[in-house]
């Protein structure tokens, strides 16, 4: 008489409440983990809920420790936490973000009934999503495939553990009485008879169809026409980032130095004709006219003369100078927290957003200011760029033609000098040095005190101001110290106003490398680069000037092309790693439908080979298989058959025995 099936070993109910218990604190840890990635303020609290949940898990039997006026005053003390939070910071969503987290940090000081767990899983689950429009980020993709996992595992012991008892609802239980499943808490030993009892086939059967299901909605995603998450999204809207970078309207020695630590991306920009790419790009964001006590600021004359009204529009026509040919159209992925100000590489033709945004252009100084600083990634598109180191200006041009006449103001020509009158005396001496007492064209002039500035200062990140009275630039300026290119750019403007001509410095980035996989332009924050421009009446516009460039050429002298691309290729692993945010950004982010269908495309491709190589495969397989099955049957060929056929009922029988 055959035996019955053995029966597979189940988890007790204590078992169910400990795994139970056990995934709540994971996915507690998973959804606050989403702080490390978003910019607001909840250190501390990420600190103190990753303490508590990793406490409790490992000795469930604390929370029966806590004495009951924390669970009396928790409620009042939350609402009034969150209430102060909102008064003094006035940000709706960084409070909400604290608020979620300290019903986080309570759910796990307290032991969980249903309702409890499930709170667990949907406080977590705002948090992901929160992280995941703000930061637009590729690893959001990652975190919440993660996250869903583990929410249906905890929904599963949730279910098993409910059907377990009963569907009954336990009793009710002292506040400080640890539970009996919490008092022989052994995770190893949970972990082992976890292993046991697991049918590793219905895993399997589980983790496919999850696996589909998250290979379907991908492919729908790409399909579907969506909205914009930046823009249809009302999250980002209640919160203010700072700036990483430190780029601001004023801008002291030292901030650019900071950023130039910073290594990650600030931003990545496609370009349609690689032969249009210039060796060195500056691409510019900045332009600082006003200098008082060591410190450049934008003055209020330039945004008022230079900068136009405030405009709400999805595009914004520029003043390039038409030219034959088909335009070069660059796509700017700007990161989060860099700046408002867009970074550009001179005039264009035209500039487009994806989205209507509010923001204040100046034609002649090529800066396109943003009335806020972007929140999430952000993108726009420039059609017709005047690449060149020379920025025509026909408005300044005609005022410094008239800078003798009395009604010209002279704060308007950006050649002025608030100095004491022995630092004005420095400046004339060093002038004099340089020039040899002769008036020289601002492009000689320029070439000749950048190789007096390079011959006198080394380059450092960490510059030290020499003491003493006066001004702080001038100070540096006759010293020997190192410095920065923020005190390079700013003394050689002080030279170049003290030489008579006007002069300024532009911020924003230098250089940058070429994704070899990618193929686009990676620039990083450490690529943060300060220069001068000084104006050419000859050339009736404004010269760019880099003290720390070798030379500065012309328009014409710039190697372009090829040869820039070889000079800055990148292909290491890191080049590798960008190159999946860029076609996150290219395929998902930027939502173009062009791009949209050639990516279902690409896919369609893929599947469609895929099927012909295997129906290929199947092909050969069986005429194989035939030619064999019709070949002649010896005495050892009948051998060899019928001992697999054996082996198989045998391994057969044994796993429906034994293996259950």
């Known amino acids: 008489m055959s035996s019955l099936p053995t029966r597979r070993p189940q988890l007790t109910l204590d078992e169910l409440h400990q795994l139970k218990w056990l995934l709540g604190g994971l996915l507690t840890l998973l959804g606050v983990s989403t702080i490390l990635y978003m910019d607001i303020e909840a250190w501390v609290l ?9 406490a409790t898990v490992w000795r469930p039997t604390l929370p029966a420790r806590v004495p ?71 690893t959001f993709a990652a975190h919440i495939l993660v996250y869903t996992a583990g929410a249906l595992a905890l929904l599963l012991v949730v279910t098993l553990g409910d059907a377990a008892n009963g569907g009954r609802i336990p009793p009710h239980r002292p506040i400080r009485e640890a539970p009996a499943w919490a008092g022989h808490v052994h995770w190893p030993q949970l972990l082992r008879r976890l292993r046991e009892v697991t049918d590793w086939r219905v895993v399997g059967f589980g983790a496919g169809l999850f696996g589909g299901v998250v290979a379907v909605s991908a492919l729908l995603f790409l399909a579907i026409p969506r909205f914009q998450l930046e823009s249809g999204m009302f999250l980002d809207r209640f919160i203010t980032k700072k700036a990483r970078t430190g780029f601001s309207e004023t801008i002291r020695f030292g901030d650019v130095s900071e950023i130039q630590q910073d290594n990650s991306i600030a931003l990545s920009v496609d370009v349609s004709d690689q032969s249009q790419i210039p060796a060195s790009p500056y691409w510019r964001m900045l332009v600082l006219d006003d200098y008082r006590d060591g410190t450049f600021r934008l003055s209020t004359v330039l945004r008022g003369q230079e900068f136009a009204s405030e405009r709400t529009a999805s595009f914004q026509a520029g003043h390039a100078r038409p030219r034959l040919g088909a335009k070069v159209v660059w796509t700017f992925y700007l990161e989060s927290g860099v700046s408002r100000f867009l970074p550009l ?34 993108a726009y598109r ?9 920025l025509v200006d026909p408005a300044f041009a005609e005022r410094w033609r008239r800078r003798a006449l009395p009604e010209q103001r002279r704060v308007a020509l950006q050649s002025r000098l608030v100095l004491a009158e022995s630092d004005l005396g420095v400046l004339r001496r060093t002038v004099a040095e340089i020039t040899g007492g002769a008036a020289l064209p601002a492009a000689d002039f320029a070439r000749r005190a950048g190789e007096w500035l390079r011959r006198q200062h080394g380059y450092s990140l960490a510059p030290g101001l020499p003491g003493g009275e006066g001004d702080p630039l001038v100070r540096w300026l006759i010293s020997r110290e190192a410095g920065h290119c923020e005190l390079f750019a700013g003394s050689l403007v002080l030279l170049a106003r003290s030489a008579g001509f006007a002069a300024r410095v532009v911020t924003g980035f230098r250089g940058g490398s070429w994704n070899g996989f990618s193929n686009n332009f990676t620039i990083r924050n450490a690529e943060a680069h ?6 050419d009446e000859a050339a009736g516009g404004w010269l760019r000037a880099d003290p720390l460039a070798p030379a500065a050429g012309t328009a014409g002298d710039e190697v372009r092309g090829e040869a820039a691309v070889a000079s800055r290729l990148d292909r290491s692993w890191t080049a590798r790693l960008d190159s999946l945010r860029v076609f996150w950004y290219r395929r998902i982010v930027s939502f173009d439908q062009r791009s949209q269908a050639e990516t279902l495309k690409a896919v369609k491709e893929a599947t469609q080979n895929t099927g012909r190589r295997l129906r290929k495969f199947l092909g050969a397989s069986m005429e194989g298989f035939t030619a064999w099955l019709l070949s002649p049957w010896d005495l050892e060929r009948t051998a060899r058959m019928l001992g697999a056929v054996a082996a198989v009922c045998a391994l057969g029988w044994f796993w429906r025995e034994h293996g259950r």
């Open 68 to 138: 009951p006026i924390v669970h009396t005053l928790a409620f009042p003390a939350i609402v009034a936490f969150f209430a102060g939070d909102l008064w003094l910071n006035t940000e709706i969503l960084p409070a909400m973000v604290r608020l979620d987290i300290l019903l986080l940090i309570y759910r796990n000081l307290s032991y969980r009934q249903r309702r409890d767990d499930l709170q667990i899983i949907v406080l977590g689950l705002f948090l992901v999503i929160v992280a995941g429009v703000l930061t637009v980020s590729l």
């Open 345 to 378: 590489l001179g005039p264009f033709d035209l500039v487009r957003f994806r989205e209507a945004q509010n923001y204040r252009y100046a034609p002649y100084l090529a800066v396109v200011a943003l009335r806020e600083e972007p929140v999430t990634m952000t």
């Open 46 to 54: 990420l600190t103190l809920t990753t303490a508590t949940a990793v």
């Open 382 to 390: 420039v059609e017709g760029f005047e690449l060149g180191s020379l």
């Open 530 to 535: 300060a220069w001068t421009e000084i104006f």
